[in-house]
């Protein structure tokens, strides 16, 4: 079984696939081989699946009758879903990536002498907070998101922070809580839209800034590490410490803190942790309760 990794040239947007592995039917390991399985990608579900790719005809008996060109089986390379076509292993440069429409997957190149990471799912439980020996129930909020956020987050994996989200549009940022409009805004930038922001809408930009600095909770939260952000561009000639300076100038003249996370998964995570603890904190405050999630703690 293989790993393969991709990025989109434009956005990075990460895919993985894996595979293929035995599929041995509802008769265990011990058994014959009916097919084979495999984690595909359809790029157009933009989803990660496990898929039974292979059946054989007649069950093989072990794993070297598997790489049998002359065996007869029937192959399965399209979704189930939407019956496009099905990828284990993308060609390099030609599938687009359907987050940004702009960028192709090519083959994904980890940075060398970093440690390799694998991080945990986020948690499953609701917020716990505990004043006095006892806990306090604080309402789940809703978050608000931008109108004009087509490719963003939708935290759809965070119920147990959230009540559900709403969409309208928003003075600034892509990212509120229902009725903290004006209290709080993120703003999501991907590395590429930081760049264009910067070197190619800065009128724009420094605009946003500007707005962004009323809100008593502000952020710019970009999908990208630093050192991918100081990586010459392929896609623009700007200088990558031009876009550094520029970024860290804003956070300085405006006092807007800059997260630089990993990719969007990650990003979508931090910033659901942040706005429900914000949520948590404000309502506290407003009901009489000392600000803290456990006392004694933090």
Same mark, same amino acid.
């Given at each position: 079984?293989? /790993?393969?990794?991709? @990025?989109?040239?434009?956005?990075?947007? *990460?895919?993985?696939?894996?595979?293929?592995?035995?599929?041995? %039917?509802?008769?265990? !390991?011990?058994?014959?081989?009916?097919?084979? /399985?495999?984690?595909?990608?359809?790029?157009?579900?933009?989803?990660?699946?496990?898929?039974?790719?292979?059946?054989?005809?007649?069950?093989?008996? /072990? +794993?070297?009758?598997?790489?049998?060109?002359? #065996?007869?089986?029937?192959?399965?390379?399209?979704?189930?879903?939407?019956?496009?076509?099905?990828?284990?292993?993308?060609?390099?440069?030609?599938?687009?990536?359907?987050?940004?429409?702009?960028?192709?997957?090519? @083959?994904?190149?980890?940075? !060398?002498?970093?440690?390799?990471?694998?991080?945990?799912?986020?948690?499953?439980?609701?917020?716990?907070?505990?004043? %006095?020996?006892?806990?306090?129930?604080?309402?789940?909020?809703?978050?608000?998101?931008?109108?004009?956020?087509?490719?963003?987050?939708?935290?759809?994996?965070?119920?147990?922070? *959230?009540?559900?989200?709403?969409?309208?549009?928003?003075?600034?940022?892509?990212? #509120?809580?229902?009725?903290?409009?004006?209290?709080?805004?993120?703003?999501?930038? /991907?590395?590429?839209?930081?760049?264009?922001?910067?070197?190619?809408?800065?009128?724009?930009?420094?605009?946003?800034?500007?707005?962004?600095?009323?809100?008593?909770?502000?952020?710019?939260?970009?999908?990208?590490?630093?050192?991918?952000?100081? #990586?010459?561009?392929?896609?623009?000639?700007?200088?990558?410490?031009?876009? +550094? %300076?520029?970024?860290?100038?804003?956070?300085?003249?405006?006092?807007?803190?800059?997260?630089?996370?990993?990719?969007?998964? +990650?990003?979508?995570?931090?910033?659901?942790?942040?706005?429900?603890?914000?949520?948590?904190?404000?309502?506290?405050?407003?009901?009489?309760?000392?600000?803290?999630?456990?006392?004694?703690?933090?």
């Amino acid at each position: 079984m293989h /790993t393969y990794q991709y @990025s989109c040239n434009y956005c990075n947007h *990460f895919v993985e696939t894996s595979g293929p592995w035995p599929y041995y %039917g509802r008769h265990g !390991e011990t058994k014959p081989i009916h097919g084979l /399985t495999a984690r595909i990608y359809c790029p157009v579900c933009d989803k990660e699946k496990d898929y039974i790719i292979v059946k054989y005809k007649t069950p093989l008996n /072990t +794993l070297d009758d598997v790489w049998l060109r002359s #065996t007869p089986r029937k192959t399965r390379m399209t979704c189930y879903k939407c019956k496009s076509p099905i990828f284990l292993v993308l060609p390099e440069g030609s599938v687009k990536c359907p987050r940004c429409k702009k960028g192709v997957f090519e @083959s994904f190149e980890p940075m !060398e002498d970093l440690p390799s990471t694998n991080p945990v799912s986020p948690p499953k439980n609701p917020l716990v907070v505990r004043q %006095g020996g006892k806990s306090i129930s604080v309402p789940k909020p809703t978050i608000v998101i931008d109108s004009a956020e087509h490719m963003g987050y939708t935290f759809g994996r965070f119920t147990n922070w *959230f009540s559900g989200t709403v969409r309208k549009r928003l003075p600034a940022g892509d990212y #509120t809580l229902l009725g903290m409009e004006k209290e709080i805004a993120v703003e999501r930038k /991907t590395l590429p839209d930081l760049v264009n922001s910067i070197i190619q809408e800065r009128g724009n930009f420094i605009a946003r800034c500007e707005k962004l600095s009323s809100f008593r909770k502000k952020c710019f939260v970009i999908e990208g590490t630093l050192s991918l952000l100081k #990586t010459p561009y392929r896609e623009s000639q700007a200088h990558p410490n031009a876009v +550094l %300076g520029s970024i860290i100038a804003a956070q300085e003249r405006w006092d807007i803190p800059i997260h630089f996370l990993d990719d969007s998964l +990650l990003a979508e995570e931090f910033v659901a942790s942040m706005l429900s603890k914000y949520h948590a904190y404000r309502w506290l405050e407003a009901n009489g309760y000392k600000r803290c999630i456990i006392e004694g703690d933090i």
